[in-house]
C-alpha cells in the first residue's frame, strides 16, 4: 500500500471515530456528522483505489491519483489557514461600553443550555457586568428536540445568575445566525430610536469572524465577543465552520444578492 493511501485510511479511521463519538455524544445533524463523512471519503479512498484503478486506463489512472493528492493538499492546507484565522479573531476584545450584548442562540438539551451557548452566556454576563447600563439581548427560537425556545431558555439562566429582567431583551423566531441578526435588529432599533446603538455580538470563539460577516451584511456595526469552545467538540466545529464559511461565501452570496 502506497504512502497517499496509508495517509488516508489512519486519517479515514480516525475522522470516522471522531465523527461518530460526537454524534453519540451530543445530538446527530449533518454539522457533528462532518467529520465521520470526510473520514469515510478518504477511507474509500484508501482502501478501494486499486479495485477503482483496475477498470481505468493508464493515463486515467494517473490522473485520479494526482487529483486525489492534489485535493488532498488544497483541503488541508485551507482547513489549516481557515482555523488559524478563526482562532485569531476568536480571541479579539471588543471594546466597552456597548449598548447591547446580543447572545447568538446555540441549541438546546430539552429545556436547558447546552455547554456551547452556557459559554455564551457565561462571557455575555461578565461583559454586563464590567459594563452598567447595557442590556443583553437573548436570540434564538426552537429547533428539533427543543422543549421551549432558546431565547427562553437563555432566559431563565440568566436571571438564574442575577440579571435583572428588565435588562433582559429577548427574540424567539430565529433559526439560523442570519435571523438572529436580523430579527434582533427591529429590538434595538425600537429601543434606541434617535441614535445607532452599540452591539456587541456573542457566540463561541471558532463562530466570531462569520458571525461578524453576518452582521455587516445585515447592516450592524457591531464587535464580537468569543466565547470558549467546548474542548472536545472543537475539531468537530471548527470543521463544520469550514465548510459554513465556504457555503456563505458562494451559495448564501448568490441568494442573498438575489433576494
Known amino acids: ?26 445530538t446527530f445533524s449533518l454539522g457533528n456528522a462532518l467529520s465521520f463523512f470526510v473520514g469515510a471519503v478518504f477511507f ?18 494517473k490522473r485520479f491519483h494526482r487529483l486525489f493528492q492534489v485535493a488532498l493538499v488544497i483541503f488541508l492546507s485551507s482547513l489549516c489557514f481557515c482555523t488559524g484565522l478563526l482562532l485569531v479573531t476568536g480571541k479579539e476584545q471588543p471594546p466597552q461600553g456597548a449598548d447591547v450584548v446580543l447572545v447568538l442562540g446555540a ?55 442575577g440579571v435583572p429582567k428588565s435588562d433582559l431583551w429577548v427574540e424567539e423566531q430565529s433559526s439560523r445566525t ?15 430610536p434617535e441614535r445607532e446603538a452599540k452591539v456587541v455580538y456573542v457566540t463561541n470563539g471558532f463562530h466570531v469572524f462569520r458571525a461578524g460577516c453576518i452582521a455587516s ?8 465577543l468569543g466565547a470558549k469552545t467546548v474542548s472536545y467538540l472543537a475539531p468537530a466545529q471548527y470543521l463544520r465552520e469550514y465548510f459554513s ?4 461565501f458562494t451559495f448564501d452570496q448568490l441568494f442573498y444578492s438575489s433576494s
Request: glycine share 10%.
Open 245 to 248: 464559511l465556504f457555503n456563505f
Open 1 to 26: 500500500m502506497s504512502l497517499w493511501r496509508k495517509v488516508a485510511c489512519c486519517l479515514g479511521v480516525i475522522s470516522m471515530c471522531y465523527g461518530a463519538m460526537v454524534c453519540i455524544g451530543t
Open 217 to 224: 451584511q445585515t447592516g450592524y456595526e457591531a464587535h464580537g
Open 178 to 192: 442570519m435571523e438572529n441578526f436580523l430579527f434582533s435588529k427591529p429590538i434595538i432599533e425600537a429601543a434606541f
Open 44 to 61: 474509500c479512498y484508501g482502501l478501494w483505489y486499486p479495485a477503482v484503478c483496475a477498470h481505468c486506463q493508464e493515463g486515467w489512472k
Open 107 to 161: 441549541g438546546l438539551n430539552k429545556d436547558q443550555v447546552s455547554l456551547s451557548l452556557a459559554y455564551r452566556l457565561d462571557a455575555a454576563f461578565d461583559y454586563y457586568l464590567q459594563n452598567p447600563g447595557c442590556k443583553i439581548l437573548v436570540s434564538g427560537g426552537q429547533g428539533p428536540n427543543e422543549w421551549v425556545t432558546e431565547g427562553s431558555a437563555m432566559k431563565q439562566y440568566l436571571l438564574e445568575k
